[in-house]
């Protein structure tokens, strides 16, 4: 299971560029691997910010791959700049 956040920011570090917020709110998360086939995965965000969200996912992802996020309103193209 990997949980991306879009900052590379410490997490709990006090110099926050935005106040996060708690929010499940659902999605779906698409990818492409190395032999270029795509990947997607249903999910949810666990908190969310102007610049960036946290998501959990149980596919694997590398600093700097694109994902793309959807959810009923938006489509958002990211790029991961963090994981554990």
């Known amino acids: 299971m990997a949980v991306v956040r879009s900052s590379s920011r410490e997490y709990n570090s006090p110099e926050r560029r935005s106040q996060r ?3 499940k709110a659902p999605g779906v ?3 492409r691997r190395a032999d270029n086939k795509t990947m ?3 999910t949810q ?4 910010n ?4 946290m998501i959990v996912s149980r596919l694997k992802f ?3 791959q694109i994902i793309t996020l959807r959810n ?3 489509v958002k193209r990211r790029r991961v700049e963090w994981f554990t």
């Open 21 to 23: 917020v708690m929010l």
């Open 29 to 31: 998360i698409l990818t």
């Open 40 to 42: 997607f995965e249903e």
């Open 45 to 48: 965000t666990i908190t969310v």
């Open 50 to 53: 102007i610049h960036g969200a």
């Open 62 to 64: 590398e600093a700097g």
């Open 72 to 74: 009923s309103r938006t």
